[in-house]
């Protein structure tokens, strides 16, 4: 192992958005197991430090590669595009309108069966971009457009976030 691989090197995985979930959780696992600190007790505490920086470095890139959007990010950042979502909010119209229809039948629902069909709609969006995402960077390696893509999941899943807390003051 090279501290200095990729994610997908390190795990052994296609560099590529699509991933089988099952395979990269047996693999993490598997890395795990490999570099868990109490293998290394025998040669000593700096065999020990060296395993625990392995450890960390194993979980940080399993969080980027199992998260869709972490890893289309991650993907992109790769590929020379950065995301930009801290000053590049600029999103097509279409999309903005259909953000702020939703923000008013967040603030207009008053029961669980508005926020169940809220919910609905912004998980059926969410799968949507994700599918997009997904041919943007597998199929057309446009990453550009996917940085595009990622900023509204990033919307959407801030939608999702303020759905869910309304659904628990509701419960209340």
Same mark, same amino acid.
């Given at each position: 192992?090279? !501290?200095?691989? /990729? /994610?997908?090197?390190?795990f052994?995985?296609?560099?590529?958005?699509a991933?089988?979930?099952?395979?990269?959780?047996?693999?993490w696992? /598997?890395?795990?197991?490999?570099a868990?600190?109490?293998?290394?007790?025998?040669q000593g505490?700096?065999?020990?430090?060296?395993?625990?920086?392995?450890?960390?470095r194993?979980?940080e890139?399993?969080?980027r590669l199992k998260?869709?959007?972490?890893r289309?990010?991650? !993907?992109?950042?790769?590929?020379?595009?950065s995301?930009?979502?801290?000053?590049?909010t600029?999103m097509?119209?279409?999309?903005l309108?259909?953000?702020?229809?939703?923000?008013?039948?967040?603030? /207009?629902?008053?029961?669980?069966?508005?926020?169940?069909? *809220?919910?609905?709609?912004?998980?059926a969006?969410?799968?949507?971009?994700?599918?997009? *995402?997904?041919s943007?960077i597998?199929?057309?390696k446009?990453f550009?457009?996917?940085a595009?893509e990622?900023?509204a999941?990033?919307f959407?899943?801030?939608?999702?976030?303020?759905?869910?807390?309304?659904?628990?003051?509701?419960?209340?």
């Amino acid at each position: 192992m090279n !501290l200095q691989s /990729d /994610d997908f090197e390190l795990f052994g995985m296609p560099m590529q958005f699509a991933q089988d979930r099952a395979q990269l959780d047996a693999r993490w696992k /598997d890395l795990q197991r490999e570099a868990h600190p109490d293998r290394f007790a025998a040669q000593g505490g700096a065999a020990q430090r060296v395993a625990m920086q392995w450890s960390v470095r194993i979980n940080e890139a399993y969080q980027r590669l199992k998260d869709p959007l972490k890893r289309a990010t991650y !993907l992109c950042e790769l590929n020379g595009v950065s995301i930009g979502a801290e000053d590049n909010t600029a999103m097509p119209a279409a999309f903005l309108m259909q953000q702020m229809e939703w923000r008013e039948a967040l603030d /207009d629902a008053t029961g669980e069966d508005a926020l169940d069909e *809220l919910d609905d709609m912004v998980q059926a969006a969410r799968k949507q971009a994700l599918a997009k *995402l997904a041919s943007l960077i597998d199929e057309h390696k446009d990453f550009a457009k996917a940085a595009q893509e990622i900023r509204a999941l990033m919307f959407i899943a801030r939608f999702a976030h303020d759905v869910d807390a309304k659904h628990e003051q509701l419960a209340q």
